[in-house]
């Protein structure tokens, strides 16, 4: 009964999204398909609305995200690991070292004292700060303590380091 009703609610998700103009196959960010040719069930309809939700951006960032953000020096990139971690291995070029405990004291501290203690510059209110650590875990702590302080444009690399490297190696 309730896989009758998951399906059954599939194909009205499937009609809407046809009537507003989304072509089958389509995708949205991030390669997931909109319809597909396989049977969905009612968790990932679930996911492919939230899709199109009126909510808040996605907070995540990927590798080639990263990669462009960092190039085109468009945001401030925060590592959160301990210090021992990026000397044993190593960090993504352009980052800023604030360990995870340091966050919320280092982001409400004065501009200059901030970039003596930790070699860049402060990240204003409303720039976009891209927070990373060892596997996302610790960003994604680090990113709720900015939004706590006000920080609007916040996101987390959730892949961190070891995703990097991965990608690194492969490019």
Known sequence: MALRRCL?????VQRVLWNSNVLPGASVPGGQSL???????????GLLLRRF?????????????????????KSVVIDVREPWELREYGFIPGA??????????????????????YDGDMPQQTDNIV?????????KKALDTAVSLGYKDVQHYPGGWQDWVKNEQHN
């Open 8 to 12: 059954r609610f599939t194909r009205v």
């Open 35 to 45: 319809v597909s040719n396989t049977h969905l069930c009612c968790k990932s309809t």
């Open 53 to 73: 939700s009126s909510g808040p951006p996605s907070t995540d960032v990927s590798y080639d995200q990263l990669k462009l953000l960092l190039a085109a020096r």
């Open 96 to 117: 800023i070292n604030v360990p995870l405990g340091q966050v919320n004291t280092a982001l409400q501290l004065d501009p200059e004292e901030y970039k003596e203690k």
């Open 131 to 139: 927070f990373s650590c060892l596997a996302g875990v610790r960003s």
